[in-house]
């Protein structure tokens, strides 16, 4: 993934390939609880941020938080 993504530059002239890249990821996760967010600008700025919204945090997260518990036994 990242190694793709180093094949991309900032410029306007690959503003294609940067969409085709965000639109197969984006696909790959398709309604995961966690997002992918892809952010890019023409400067220096490219990066993935992973998100996740506040409804599926309480109740996925909290209700369900075996992944919390699962991770404090295993610290």
């Known amino acids: 993934m990242l190694d793709e993504m180093k ?6 002239s690959d503003d294609n390939k940067w969409k085709e890249y965000r639109n197969k990821y984006k696909e790959m996760y398709g309604k995961s609880i ?3 967010r892809f ?4 400067k ?6 992973c998100g996740i919204t506040k409804p599926n945090f309480v109740n996925v997260v909290l209700r369900d938080n075996t992944i919390i518990t699962k991770n404090l036994k295993n610290s």
């Open 7 to 12: 094949g991309i530059s900032n410029d306007y």
């Open 34 to 36: 966690i997002s992918l």
């Open 39 to 42: 952010k890019r600008d023409h």
């Open 44 to 49: 220096k700025q490219k990066r993935i941020q």
